[in-house]
């Protein structure tokens, strides 16, 4: 016989609780052999019990999820943590995966991928919802094209990109570059039709997200 997969679940929510409990029973693969309903509760019976996999809320009343992650793969390093949450917050994603967490996956998945989740959790990959995964895809996507627009500028409209996300005039910007104010009137025209944009503000906010994500600028 196979042996079953125990699982473990951790949510403040008792309605939410009872609703994946009433799920995953219906999977003779699983066994739910705990609950809790904060972090003190969890660390207790976790450790007690240790449990193949333990499907964790990132949002507890006595202490972050992610930090509870940190103490269970401490505690109980065999066993496999999947976030259960409603946020695809990048934050609590990056900080979940870095704490040790193997999974992280939205509430609003359908039954049988969450059992996909746990049986390949379980098996030892790492597992992550697809429409996080999408959305992470897109940004990457949003990113390269970000980049090439950006690195189509020379290296005085750089230099003015940055400038004008400082909130600078024409005429300080000017000042600053030794330049003749119809010069950089010009330098932003050519800046803004480069960057496919249509207006100043919005060359402020592209140079803000790009210094943000490449973590370079100018240069």
Do not use: W
């Amino acid at each position: 016989m196979q042996k079953k997969i125990t699982v473990m679940l951790v949510d403040d929510h008792e309605m939410v609780r009872m609703g994946l409990r009433s799920l995953l029973t219906m999977y003779s693969q699983i066994e739910i052999i705990a609950e809790a309903g904060n972090a003190a509760q969890c660390m207790t019976l976790a450790v007690q019990m240790k449990p193949d996999v333990i499907l964790l809320d990132i949002r507890l009343p006595d202490k972050s999820g992610v930090e509870v992650c940190r103490m269970l793969k401490q505690q109980i390093p065999a066993s496999r943590i999947i976030m259960l949450t409603s946020y695809d917050d990048e934050k609590f994603i990056r900080e979940a995966f870095l704490h040790g967490a193997n999974g992280y996956i939205l509430k609003e998945i359908r039954g049988q991928n969450l059992i996909k989740s746990i049986e390949s959790v379980y098996e030892g990959k790492t597992m992550l919802d697809p429409k996080i995964a999408d959305k992470a895809f897109h940004k990457i996507k949003e990113s390269k094209r970000e980049e090439t627009l950006y690195n189509c500028l020379t290296a005085i409209e750089k230099q003015i990109l940055f400038h004008i996300s400082e909130g600078l005039k024409n005429r300080e910007i000017a000042e600053k570059l030794g330049l003749k104010e119809k010069t950089v009137r010009n330098y932003v025209s050519q800046i803004l039709e480069k960057l496919d944009l249509h207006k100043r503000a919005e060359a402020a906010t592209f140079a803000v997200r790009y210094q943000r994500d490449h973590l370079s600028f100018p240069g």
